[in-house]
């Protein structure tokens, strides 16, 4: 069961909700982009890269079986265009991202873990780490 809650990736979901805490602060995109050294910029690229080398791991049926209108293989290719063309990125896209495509995402993943209905205890066993502290709100 382990592994299939692992397949859900909670962690684009943990990844959606630091990015979020880490451009919350900021009114648009030039703001955030050229802030502190750009630390707030590098760290989401992280995110980003994560989120999209997690979302080819998640199984196709999985992915079949959720309703999402966002291209699994856009997210993947997003990462690897932040990846391989860094300094390519385009402030407001990644601005668009974050404010509109990953609600969609993190509502599509929440759908993920509804569908597989792991047991509460190994769930909660599994979130107790600190890796996944943003997004306890799976447990209740």
């Not at 069961?1 to 909700?17: D, G, H, N, V, Y």
């Not at 873990?113 to 780490?129: D, Q, R, S, V, Y």
Request: glycine share 2%.
């Amino acid at each position: 069961m382990m592994q299939r809650i692992s397949s859900i990736s909670l962690t684009m979901l943990e990844c959606i909700e630091k990015t979020w805490i880490y451009t919350e602060e900021f009114k648009n995109p030039s703001d955030f982009i050229w802030a502190n050294e750009q630390k707030e910029l590098n760290a989401t690229i992280s995110l980003f890269i994560a989120i999209g080398e997690e979302a080819k791991k998640i199984d196709e049926s999985l992915k079949e079986a959720v309703s999402c209108d966002l291209s699994w293989r856009d997210i993947a290719g997003l990462r690897d265009k932040i990846s391989h063309d860094y300094r390519g990125v385009d402030a407001d896209i990644l601005w668009a991202v974050i404010y509109k495509d990953l609600q969609k995402l993190k509502t599509t993943l929440i759908e993920m873990t509804n569908k597989i209905n792991p047991p509460k205890e190994l769930l909660k066993e599994f979130l107790a780490t600190p890796h996944y502290k943003h997004i306890q709100y799976l447990i209740f």
